[in-house]
């Protein structure tokens, strides 16, 4: 009903399947509903984060995302980090891989890692609206209640 009511297109000749395109009228809706969570969420305590697109896959390992959600994630990227050696020597630049966030929590997580904190810091409350990827199968995808792009507020306590 929603694409009915021209709030978002799924392209899937060009964009692809389960890759919404939010309509001016959609974004607006989005807007709103993410103003209200925003609202909520302050008068709770939340600090507002934003974190990238991607990630090594050290970060997802380390956090026990991997394998456990692989199948929902996308393939990794690989790329040539330059003056980033491999262990053997003489060995070319090592090859990292990079994974689309699926998740915010273990971005999250590093954030809450970054620097010492006391137990008088907590509890600590992040939230990020942000903008997550999962490799859906094409039979699971279906309108805007399986897509492969959304954005998703974890709220991390």
């Given at each position: 009903i929603g694409a009915e009511m021209g709030l978002y297109v799924i392209d899937t000749e060009y964009v692809g399947q389960g890759l919404p395109l939010w309509l001016p009228k959609g974004a607006a809706l989005c807007e709103e509903l993410e103003k209200l969570a925003k609202e909520t969420e302050f008068a709770a305590g939340y600090v507002r984060v934003k974190t990238p697109h991607?990630?090594?896959?050290?970060?997802?390992?380390?956090?026990?995302?991997?394998?456990?959600?692989?199948?929902?994630?996308?393939?990794?990227?690989?790329?040539?980090?330059?003056?980033?050696?491999?262990?053997?020597?003489?060995?070319?630049?090592?090859?990292?891989?990079?994974?689309?966030?699926?998740?915010?929590?273990?971005?999250?997580?590093?954030?809450?890692?970054?620097?010492?904190r006391s137990y008088r810091d907590l509890p600590l409350r992040l939230a990020e609206y942000g903008c997550c990827y999962r490799y859906e199968q094409s039979g699971e995808l279906?309108?805007?209640?399986?897509?492969?792009?959304m954005q998703m507020n974890d709220a991390h306590l």
């Open positions: 991607l990630a090594k896959e050290k970060m997802y390992k380390t956090s026990g995302h991997l394998p456990y959600y692989a199948e929902s994630m996308f393939p990794p990227m690989e790329l040539r980090e330059a003056g980033v050696k491999a262990t053997d020597a003489g060995a070319e630049d090592e090859v990292e891989r990079y994974y689309l966030k699926a998740m915010n929590c273990p971005h999250h997580h590093r954030i809450f890692a970054a620097e010492p279906f309108g805007l209640m399986r897509v492969r792009a």
